[in-house]
């Protein structure tokens, strides 16, 4: 793998959490009903991701991690969601692998006996072996950017990193409560939803009892709101008092993509007015769906920031559904 592989790899897999993202994606696509996120020290020093999908033959973890391949159709759907998956499709498993240590055990759900063991180093393949493992998928990336020192030097510490990883973890496990999802940090769990409740429930796995308790529904249709391309806008909201400085709880999708956009905060932020205090910003899940050609991906494909054809619209929009949420709440 020559030095310009590693600079581009470099460019796409920014730091943990750009690989966290990409590995927990494919293990939901893959149809797992549970995926546990492991990290140490921010996930500088180990990434895994365990799943119980469908699980890869010998055969299908040798293609995995080659350049250019994907099993995935990049169909019609992907187009007309407007939010494409990923900026590298076919890529990820090849170019984390290029930039860490690299290590997929891999068994297909319907197969018994043995899976495979795949070790990858920089971008070369060290070893294949069946081994002993349970169904589904555990990948494991050790010692991100360990050939790219510049990259490396790059991040943050251990607490931001791990931030980021957390913020990923947890927008996955909000928008899909049918999933149990984990995530644990240097030994110590942080959060596990069930996978077995509605958001409420993921809302309470994750951020605890007190959030839960404050959380109030938003439920609207497009033609219950002001002109504009939202076909509908749901999810919970806090009331204002459960509240902290920090964006970071602001959990917004557009047609089921975790996605920022200065409109949606906007719209969510007028809706509270004055009852949140200065730099204050409340607890929120919400799911926007939207027609795909209304939506531009381009801003910054890698912060997952969108903007709207009328970002006017979507923000009168967004303030009008979360405002009739907090008001048929008396506030
Ligand atoms: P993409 O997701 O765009 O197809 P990736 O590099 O992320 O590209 O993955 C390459 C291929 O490896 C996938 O298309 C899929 O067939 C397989 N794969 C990756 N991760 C998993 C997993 N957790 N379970 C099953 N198959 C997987
Ligand atoms: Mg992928």
Redesign the pocket.
């Known amino acids: 793998e020559d030095t310009v592989a590693r600079i581009a790899a470099g460019e796409v897999v920014e730091r943990p959490a750009s690989a966290v993202k990409?590995?927990v994606?494919?293990?939901l696509?893959?149809g797992a009903s549970s995926v546990d996120v492991t990290i140490e020290s921010g996930g500088t020093e180990l990434i895994r991701v365990a799943?119980d999908?469908?699980?890869?033959a010998e055969a299908?973890l040798r293609?995995?991690v080659r350049q250019h391949?994907?099993?995935?159709i990049e169909g019609l759907e992907d187009l007309e969601s407007g939010v494409a998956?990923?900026g590298f499709?076919?890529?990820?498993?090849?170019t984390i692998g290029s930039v860490s240590k690299l290590n997929i055990r891999?068994r297909p759900r319907d197969a018994d006996g043995a899976g495979t063991e795949l070790v990858y180093e920089g971008g070369d393949v060290v070893s294949v072996e069946p081994t002993g493992c349970p169904a589904g998928?555990t990948?494991e990336v050790e010692d991100l950017f360990y050939n790219t020192p510049a990259r490396r030097k790059f991040l943050k510490t251990t607490a931001t990193e791990f931030a980021h990883v957390n913020r990923v973890v947890t927008r996955y496990a909000l928008a899909n409560p049918d999933v149990a999802v984990s995530l644990t940090h240097d030994g110590r769990e942080v959060f596990s939803t069930t996978g077995q409740g509605d958001l409420q429930a993921a809302v309470l796995s994750v951020y605890g009892r007190e959030v839960a308790a404050a959380m109030i529904p938003v439920e609207a249709d497009g033609d219950e709101l002001p002109v504009g391309p939202l076909e509908s806008v749901t999810g919970l909201v806090s009331h204002p008092e459960t509240n902290r400085s920090s964006r970071e709880y602001l959990a917004t999708y557009v047609n089921g993509r975790a996605v920022t956009a200065d409109a949606v905060r906007e719209g969510i932020m007028g809706a509270y007015g004055t009852q949140l205090g200065g730099d204050r910003y409340p607890f929120v899940v919400l799911f926007l769906d939207v027609p795909g050609d209304a939506v531009d991906v381009n801003v910054h494909p890698r912060k997952r920031e969108v903007r709207f054809d009328d970002d006017d619209a979507v923000r009168r929009q967004v303030d009008a559904a979360v405002e009739r949420a907090l008001l048929e709440h008396g506030l």
Request: charged share 30%; aromatic share 0%.
């Open positions: 990409e590995l994606e494919n293990s696509d893959a799943d999908g469908r699980g890869m299908d293609a995995a391949t994907t099993s995935k998956t990923l499709r076919g890529e990820a498993l090849h891999s998928t990948v």
